[in-house]
């Protein structure tokens, strides 16, 4: 089995030149994922000078690895956000979501974007009655605000099933790695990228903000726009303290045909399902999200459990295996819009990435170039909660914080075999992988984000933070953030 995402296979991109010069721009974009790559296509008419840096390549993040939906039919979502605001707020949200899915048809349709968009029917479903109830209070409102759906006992394929809502109203899948690479092209001659290119720090001076890269360059910018999928900074607005990470695992494997279905079951562990076809093969798509990165932290356990689940209800071997992770809210709703005065983020796009990426790029361009957008209260990261839901967040970082304590009491591992060992050296706290031609890869066991102490990865062959799922190679560079320095031990 391959361990990469299904959205690269035969996908070619071009890798865009990295940053080797101080600059100065009018919008700085931090981050090429759906977020930043829509922000630059909103604002690359705008008459203003405007970059956009990855530390990788744009898409090669969350976006190239997520389940590639377009729904706005997300688990039962709407009556916990109505408990949580009012009505008119989760209505508004669902709007919002409707509107992300015209606006990739249209930029999919305007610019002649080759991505796989297909449309679909969409199911939520529970084999568990002690579900019912939430389903019922999903559907009281789809009745109350004539919401179009219907209700059936079993799935349009051979799953354990009990009570499904069905809609075959505005919902589509794509392949977003597709998506993106070709949208990067669209954007680039209008606005400047760089890739490879990666922003440790943002200062201000004079009025302006001076964003730092790696390599010691520095992006001189009025503006600056920071998607990347868990921001680079702590505060302001203490995004940590508003969010957690959950792990979401794929696999998919090669079958005869397709249906235009995209499916989601409600409850613990939530399963997703799609098919997908690209120019060779038809695949079914498998999903399991399975819990916050602070536990269950040997992979090989999720590894086994999803492929074992696919093969004993479809009858296949999974031909890839591929996995990301959520960046979870308090209160269901992404962050989007101005945290501090010219400094905007987008992130906490709870699993629907590809909608709320696409909105954010939407409200995030009406906001600087001050066009009323009617979404920007309901996701603003300075929003303020009822007094029900404020209760919640203390026990909500209360939890974060016992994962936090525990991480940092366990010394070693017990999964760990002799090829991996935890070390002090010199005084420093290290991580070593002994691979297999024998050769030891020595690097910092310590997440330079936030002080966590970092597990080894066994499937993919890297140091990953459990705290807010940073990633290093087993030579210490990072190839997934917050954190934007590398583990190298120096010498």
Partial sequence: METKSIWKVNTQEKVLPKLNQDISCDILIVGGGIAGLSCAYYLKDTNRKIVLIDKNTCGSGATGYNT???????????????????????????????????????????????????????????DQEKNYEKFNKEIKFYQENNIKYKINNQLPITYPSKLVIETDDNSFVFNPYKYLIELKEKVKNNIKIYEKTRCVSIDTKDGYYLARTLDNYVIKSKIIIVTTHYPIFIVPYFIPFKTEVKKFFLVAGEVKSKKDVQILSNGNPSISMRYYSDKENNYFIYGRNSHSTTKKLDIRDDYRTITEEYKTFFKKEANFFFHTH????????????????????????????????????????????????????IFSPKRGLSLDKIKNIPLFNFNIGIRYIRNKLNSKMKYYDNKVIIKNIKGQRCGIYIDEKNKSHIVSNICPHMKCNLVFNYIDKTWDCPCHSSRFDIDGNVIYGPSVYDIKIQD
């Fill in 326 to 377: 959520d960046l979870m809210t308090y209160d269901d709703m992404p962050l989007i819009g101005e945290v501090k005065p010219n400094l905007y983020i987008a992130t906490g796009f709870n699993k629907w990435g590809n909608t709320n990426g696409t909105i954010s790029g939407k409200i995030i361009s009406d906001l600087i170039i001050k066009k009323e957008n009617k979404y920007c209260e």
């Fill in 68 to 126: 590639g939906k377009l729904t706005w039919m997300q688990d039962l979502i709407y009556h916990k956000i109505e408990k949580n605001y009012d009505t008119k707020t989760a209505l508004l949200y669902l709007e919002s979501q409707k509107e992300a899915i015209k606006l990739i048809n249209d930029i999919v349709k305007d610019n002649h974007i080759d991505c796989n968009l297909t449309k679909t029917k969409a199911y939520v479903f529970t």
